[in-house]
């Protein structure tokens, strides 16, 4: 069995998120303690508690989702041998890549929870100064997406999350013209997203700036297992291309799809998804034709994976 490590990114967050990883698992708790520590407020009732408004805001919801991710690695290391407890590649999807970093040994946890909570405020700074949109598209080629977002404006792919399944963002009156070409051209669902922050698209441009220092500033080591770039869809193997990873990776499509599909190409067997809900399970199942997937982020799902491991 060659198995990949993969890392949720933003919106998979939830109210009661790691909980029960925090209940059961000591090593869970000194994860989820130690983010509190760091952020110098309680990170961990807010995850557990809410409100919602406030744990969905990208400056608590991102350092909330690399603790509930690495929380969740802590306890199936614990609770499994080191067989079990292996990756032979490393990914996360945008945000999510931060999580992959960590488990990694690229960075520190506590350097990883200040460098996510950064680029969240770097993110939501350049969202007030140029709002933006999403939308996401279903049903349409790729190819002939990217022609309605260069038609459109100010636009361009965000996620290339699932054959069949692209997230777009820009300018919002170019996403509502690609949103209703997309129409035309057949989409089977074409909807602009909640959000006001237009990610992985030029209107972040201003958050590179920002973040820049912060990243710079942060140790990073070389990786212990080599992580899939979101960027390129291939191995990161230095500091110096991880840097420009973090910094890159805010204006640059993500590569969902070529990064599953090379990890799969590479002999890997087994994806697991190690964080809040499952939604890379749902877009790996879609993706890769030959590896399974299976979801590791909450108490529940660690015990029946380890059952079947070790069955």
Not at 26 to 44: I, K
Not at 134 to 161: H, P, R, S
Not at 288 to 311: C, D, N, S, V, W
Request: hydrophobic residues 45%; charged residues 20%; negative net charge.
């Amino acid at each position: 069995m060659t198995t990949a490590w993969v890392f949720p990114g933003q919106g998979s967050q939830f109210v009661g998120m790691a909980r029960d990883l925090y209940e059961k698992y000591s090593s869970a708790r000194l994860v989820l303690d130690a983010a509190d520590s760091v952020l110098g407020f309680s990170l961990s009732k807010l995850m557990f508690e809410g409100p919602e408004a406030e744990l969905t805001d990208t400056i608590n919801a991102q350092p909330a989702l690399l603790a509930h991710s690495i929380a969740a690695l802590a306890a199936l290391q614990q609770t499994s041998n080191n067989s079990l407890a292996e990756a032979s590649f490393v990914a996360g999807h945008s945000m999510g890549e931060y999580s992959a970093f960590v488990a990694a040994g690229v960075l520190d946890f506590a350097d990883g929870i200040k460098l996510v909570r950064a680029r969240g405020e770097a993110m939501k700074r350049a969202g007030v100064q140029r709002p933006g949109a999403m939308a996401a598209i279903l049903g349409v080629e790729d190819e002939k997406i990217q022609e309605i977002c260069k038609n459109a404006g100010a636009v361009q792919v965000a996620n290339f999350n699932a054959p069949g399944q692209i997230v777009i963002s820009g300018e919002k009156e170019a996403i509502e013209r690609a949103v209703e070409n997309a129409k035309k051209a057949g989409a089977k669902r074409a909807i602009v997203l909640a959000v006001s922050i237009a990610a992985h698209s030029e209107l972040m441009r201003p958050a590179i700036e920002e973040f820049r220092a912060a990243v710079l500033m942060t140790p990073l080591q070389s990786p212990r297992v080599p992580i899939i770039s979101n960027v390129t869809a291939e191995p990161m193997n230095d500091v110096g291309e991880m840097r420009q990873e973090m910094l890159a990776q805010l204006t640059s499509s993500v590569q969902w799809v070529k990064s599953v599909a090379w990890m799969e190409a590479q002999g890997v067997t087994e994806f697991l998804e190690l964080g809040a809900k499952d939604v890379l399970t749902g877009l790996n199942k879609r993706i890769a034709k030959t590896a399974t997937t299976k979801p590791i982020g909450t108490a529940e799902q660690i015990e029946k994976f380890l059952e079947r491991a070790t069955a």
